[in-house]
């Protein structure tokens, strides 16, 4: 019998792992370097089962590849989450994801001020995390957002969306992707995320990425920006250091 892992949990919010499969499948189209989705239910998710390797430098330069095919594959607008997929999505842990904003915005400035930073930044505000001063200097950077000042004029990628390195498995076969919120975005902010929760052999990822989809002139000062996001997503999860940090990204774009 196939191998497989069963992901389930009582607490999380009805629909889940619908939206977590929907990004799985429709992130599998464009490589196989993503889990394969067995079955899902209303409170459970069935996946192939991944074994564990050491990681190494040809699995880092696969894990390149995969995400520049990924990206590359592209998505119908910034914003928009996979195909039948209705209404918002969710990022965040299992036991308490917070609602990810999904639709259609005409560029990506637009769609990250509005659906990504000005929603957290209201919510760390109305949960006491972030104060006025946090949330104009977010609100500074999203009118920035808003006139194009950081746009490339890239089409929408199709993102994982939570590409922390634990949603990076290594396996005997290579690096496999999990645990998506996958909607259409910027392919900058993938790597960002792994960047800035650290990934093994980092620079071989970006290296083969970059050689199979070179990057917009300016990227890597833009970094920051795209960890602006999920900064201010663990400072109202988690509080502590992160606020520090979401407030040092903010006050350097604004």
């Not at 040809?58 to 990206?71: P, T, Y």
């Not at 005409?106 to 990504?116: D, H, L, M, N, Q």
């Not at 392919?187 to 970006?206: I, K, N, T, W, Y």
């Amino acid at each position: 019998m196939r191998a497989r892992f069963r992901k389930a949990s009582p607490q999380a919010p009805a629909g889940y792992f619908a939206w977590e499969a929907a990004g799985l499948r429709w992130l599998r189209e464009a490589s196989p370097d993503v889990v394969e989705v067995l079955e899902v239910g209303d409170d459970h998710l069935t996946l192939a089962h991944v074994g564990s390797a050491p990681p190494d430098a040809a699995a880092a330069a696969g894990l390149g590849r995969a995400l520049a095919a990924i990206h590359a594959a592209g998505a119908e607008a910034f914003g928009r989450g996979p195909p039948g997929w209705q209404g918002d999505g969710w990022l965040g842990p299992l036991r308490e994801p917070l609602p990810l904003v999904l639709g259609r915005w005409p560029t990506w400035g637009v769609f990250y001020a509005e659906a990504r930073l000005l929603p957290l930044a209201r919510l760390g505000r109305d949960r006491g995390v972030l104060d006025a001063a946090d949330v104009a200097a977010v609100e500074a950077v999203a009118r920035r957002l808003d006139a194009g000042g950081f746009d490339t004029g890239e089409q929408p990628a199709r993102l994982h969306g939570d590409l922390w390195s634990g949603n990076v498995l290594w396996g005997p076969d290579g690096a496999v992707l999990i645990d998506p919120a996958a909607h259409g975005g910027h392919r900058e902010a993938d790597l960002a995320m792994l960047q800035l929760f650290g990934c093994p052999h980092l620079d071989d990822v970006v290296a083969v990425y970059h050689e199979a989809q070179p990057l917009p002139e300016g990227w890597r000062n833009r970094v920051l920006l795209h960890q602006l996001h999920p900064l201010l997503l663990h400072a109202v999860l988690f509080g502590g250091g992160y606020v520090r940090q979401a407030r040092a990204a903010a006050e350097h774009y604004r």
